[in-house]
T-cell receptor, first 110, second 114 residues
C-alpha cells in the first residue's frame, strides 16, 4: 500500500493559483493518484485522477512526474469557496484496502 | 440521483449499547467501505466489501462489525460501543475498488459515545 504524505495546511489569497504536493515514494506500478476535496460536515468528493504526466478537468489539474514519486494538485485562481481539506490517495487495480493521508487544510484568505 | 445514504446522521449513545449505522447506495456499485475521521488523523478505513458476502478488515477494524447481504447495503455495527469510538463516520462506494474512478461518499454520521 502506497503511503502518501502531504503538508498539513496551506494558506492562499483569493485569485492565486494553489499547488498542493503529495509525496508517494513507494507507489506501485499500477497505482493511480486520486484527489478528494472535503468541506466541513460533508463527505469527501472526487476532484481528479491520473496515472502520469498531466490531467486537467474543469476544476483542477494534476501533474505527475515521470518517476511518479510525487504529484501536484493545481487549483487555478482559488476563491473563498475552495477552503477545504484536500486528500491524496494512491491506489492500484483491485485496490480495496485504502490508506488516505491526513489531508491538507487549504485556507483561502480574502 | 446517484447517492450514498447514511443513517443516522447524528447519534448520542452510552457505552455498551449496541448500535448500527446503515449505508445504502443506488448506483449498483460492487465496492463499499467504511471510514472514521478524527481530528489530525484524516480518514482511516474500518472495513471494506468487494461484493456481496465478501468483506475484509481495513486499518482500524477493532470494535466494529459489518455485513454485506445485499449489494446496495453495507451496515456498520458497533456491538459494544466505547467512548474511543466517538467519531465522524463515512461510508463510500465505487464501481470496483478505488482506481476505476471516484469513490462516492455519504454525508457522514457523527457518533458520540458517553
Amino acid at each position: 500500500l502506497a503511503k502518501t504524505t502531504q503538508p498539513i495546511s496551506m494558506d492562499s489569497y483569493e485569485g492565486q493559483e494553489v499547488n498542493i504536493t503529495c509525496s508517494h515514494n513507494n507507489i506501485a506500478t499500477n497505482d493511480y493518484i486520486t484527489w478528494y476535496q472535503q468541506f466541513p460536515s460533508q463527505g469527501p468528493r472526487f476532484i481528479i485522477q491520473g496515472y502520469k504526466t498531466k490531467v486537467t478537468n474543469e476544476v483542477a489539474s494534476l501533474f505527475i512526474p515521470a518517476d511518479r514519486k510525487s504529484s501536484t494538485l493545481s487549483l487555478p485562481r482559488v476563491s473563498l469557496s475552495d477552503t477545504a481539506v484536500y486528500y491524496c490517495l494512491a491506489s492500484g487495480a483491485g485496490s480495496y484496502q485504502l490508506t488516505f493521508g491526513k489531508g491538507t487544510k487549504l485556507s483561502v484568505i480574502p | 440521483e446517484a447517492q450514498v445514504t447514511q443513517n443516522p446522521r447524528y447519534l448520542i449513545t452510552v457505552t455498551g449499547k449496541k448500535l448500527t449505522v446503515t449505508c445504502s447506495q443506488n448506483m449498483n456499485h460492487e465496492y463499499m467501505s467504511w471510514y472514521r475521521q478524527d481530528p489530525g488523523l484524516g480518514l482511516r478505513q474500518i472495513y471494506y466489501s468487494m461484493n456481496v458476502e465478501v468483506t475484509d478488515k481495513g486499518d482500524v477494524p477493532e470494535g466494529y462489525k459489518v455485513s454485506r447481504k445485499e449489494k446496495r447495503n453495507f451496515p456498520l455495527i458497533l456491538e459494544s460501543p466505547s467512548p474511543n469510538q466517538t467519531s465522524l463516520y463515512f461510508c463510500a462506494s465505487s464501481l470496483s475498488g478505488a482506481n476505476t474512478g471516484e469513490l462516492f461518499f455519504g454525508e457522514g454520521s457523527r457518533l458520540t459515545v458517553l
